[in-house]
């Protein structure tokens, strides 16, 4: 037993109200001020992104989640054979609202949170604030990350000790002059829950990705995000591994988040490993200048 989903992310941020506008008028998710951050909501968990106020702007901790405590366990005992010290941290996990959490770094000094037992809110459904239908996310999580780091193939052998397994990987020009190889892995039926590529970049996170319910989200949201002036980083496309159709945005961290609708899934008993030499079957083009984004 291994992990299961990407139950959550934790990132820090420098104006929470900004965020906390951004959350609501153009990612669609509800806002709730806990304490002395914002929880954001997409389902029927009481959170899913939690926004810490600080000068960071970038990924503070990503949570993965287990089926139950003997896959937390095994987690562990796979962390404890690799040589990877970890804290069992009960104060962390009740305010996590989790029954059991551990913390540790890994391999690209990214703090990670393992756990099992989130809190559910079946008493209070998810309402999007601009009437999102809702976001895929159950069994599959919370969606996917996609981070920088410095080894991939280092990166790839420890999060495949924890159960992850190879989706695919593209080969791709990011930038005139600049190759980027990205590497997908999923845990579940979701195509990918983690991705990463060695690329130049002073922010561990490269994006997030939200996955709609119904296409017609993803094309409001854009207009929501054009209309705001939030900057749009790669317009409407359709990827060629996940066959997502999608667009990527500016957060107010000046991170990326892509929204995005119908990706594949993976069933693990017939899917074969892919290389793919180009991003997209069609658009998402680079709509802002490349020295304006993090990850140019």
């Not at 990011?174 to 980027?180: D, T």
Request: hydrophobic residues 40%.
């Amino acid at each position: 037993m291994s992990i299961s989903s990407l139950g959550y992310v934790v990132v820090e941020a420098s104006n929470l109200d900004t965020w906390s506008d951004y959350a609501r008028n153009v990612l669609g998710v509800e806002s709730n001020l806990v304490g002395e951050a914002l929880e954001l909501r997409v389902d029927d968990r009481a959170w899913r992104i939690r926004v810490e106020e600080g000068e960071l702007d970038d990924l503070k901790a990503i949570g993965f989640e287990t089926l139950n405590a003997a896959a937390f366990a095994d987690v562990l005992t796979k962390l404890a054979d690799d040589g990877i010290e970890y804290t069992l941290d009960p104060d962390l996990a009740k305010a996590r609202g989790v029954v059991e959490l551990a913390r540790f770094s890994d391999p690209a000094d990214v703090a990670i949170e393992v756990f099992y037992g989130a809190t559910r809110v079946f008493q209070k459904p998810f309402v999007s604030p601009v009437g999102v239908q809702g976001f895929v996310t159950g069994e599959q999580g919370l969606g996917h990350i996609v981070i920088a780091v410095k080894d991939d193939v280092g990166y790839q052998a420890f999060w495949s000790r924890l159960g992850f397994r190879l989706s695919d990987y593209i080969e791709f020009e990011a930038a005139p002059g600049f190759r980027s190889k990205v590497t997908f892995m999923h845990c579940n039926p979701r195509h990918h829950s983690l991705a990463f590529a060695v690329v130049p970049a002073p922010k561990r996170i490269v994006h997030l990705m939200l996955q709609t319910q119904r296409l017609d989200d993803v094309g409001l949201a854009l207009d929501r995000a054009k209309k705001t002036g939030v900057p749009v980083a790669w317009d409407l496309g359709r990827h060629t591994n996940d066959h997502m159709t999608s667009f990527y945005m500016l957060t107010p961290s000046q991170w990326e988040i892509e929204y995005g609708w119908g990706a594949r899934e993976i069933d693990d008993d017939t899917w074969t490993v892919e290389r793919h030499d180009s991003m997209s079957i069609w658009g998402h083009e680079l709509k802002i200048k490349l020295e304006d984004r993090v990850h140019g």
